[in-house]
């Protein structure tokens, strides 16, 4: 039952698995909970987009608005970059699942160009071998604004203490973005003094960090580009 499989996940699924390595998803879930099959990335407790720094991601169904609208530009340019992009790839697949540099080519465009499209109405299907397909679903339900600092929320629950910067570089989105949400979510985050310097936790999740035991658990192999190895950089220190 990989849905309720969902719900036991540790905390490194609040930000999502990255499946850009084929099949890292797949051994993420292994590393942390039992009974998992090579097919598990396939249930329908699970979908596959376009995630953060634009990286395939398989996330949980429920979760499609936090990973896709999210990550949505507020700009107009990006804004407008994103609902255009979606519509020319709804147009151009017509109801049906297409490679997508089928897609590509048939708009005259370069196939990473259709990543943009953070809308939360493209889906992917890669089996780790050959191209990715996409295909086009009504949009999620969902405030943008409410997406955005969920986003936010996650990114802290599991990478926190850290930084408008480090979210940047995680979501990829743009530094005027990132620095803005944090300012909104103000009153959830407190300030805390790390080795690189002043970052940020969420209040609720602080009475935790400070009372984390360490775990006699057995090491798990994890695979390239885990959650846990995400963080590049001075950031990646306070992991």
Same mark, same amino acid.
């Given at each position: 039952d990989f849905g309720g499989m969902t719900?036991? $996940?540790? &905390?490194?699924? @609040?930000?999502? @698995?990255?499946?850009? $390595?084929? +099949?890292?998803? =797949? @051994?993420? @879930?292994?590393a942390r909970v039992e009974g998992v099959?090579?097919?598990? /990335?396939?249930?329908?407790?699970? =979908? &596959? =987009? /376009?995630?953060p720094r634009y990286s395939v991601f398989v996330i949980a169904a429920d979760d499609l608005a936090v990973f896709t609208l999210g990550r949505l530009p507020e700009d107009e340019r990006g804004l407008q970059r994103a609902n255009d992009t979606a519509e020319r790839m709804l147009a151009a697949l017509g109801g049906d699942e297409q490679p997508f540099g089928e897609v590509a080519r048939s708009l005259g465009v370069g196939h990473n160009s259709l990543r943009y499209a953070t809308t939360g109405r493209i889906l992917l299907r890669w089996d780790g071998a050959r191209q990715p397909t996409v295909r086009v679903i009504p949009a999620p339900d969902a405030d943008p604004d409410e997406a955005r600092a969920e986003l936010v929320r996650r990114?802290? +629950? =599991?990478y926190g203490p850290a930084t408008p910067d480090a979210y940047k570089a995680w979501a990829g989105v743009g530094m005027r973005m990132a620095r803005s949400w944090f300012d909104r979510l103000s009153d959830e985050l407190v300030a805390v003094s790390t080795p690189i310097g002043v970052a940020w936790l969420l209040a609720e999740d602080l009475d935790d960090v400070f009372e984390a035991e360490k775990s006699d658990e057995p090491v798990r192999l994890l695979p390239s580009g885990d959650a846990y190895y995400l963080l590049q950089g001075e950031a990646r220190t306070l992991m």
């Open positions: 719900m036991q $996940m540790d &905390q490194a699924a @609040l930000a999502a @698995l990255q499946d850009s $390595m084929p +099949r890292a998803a =797949v @051994l993420s @879930l292994h099959e090579p097919d598990a /990335w396939q249930d329908p407790a699970f =979908v &596959q =987009v /376009w995630g990114f802290l +629950r =599991v």
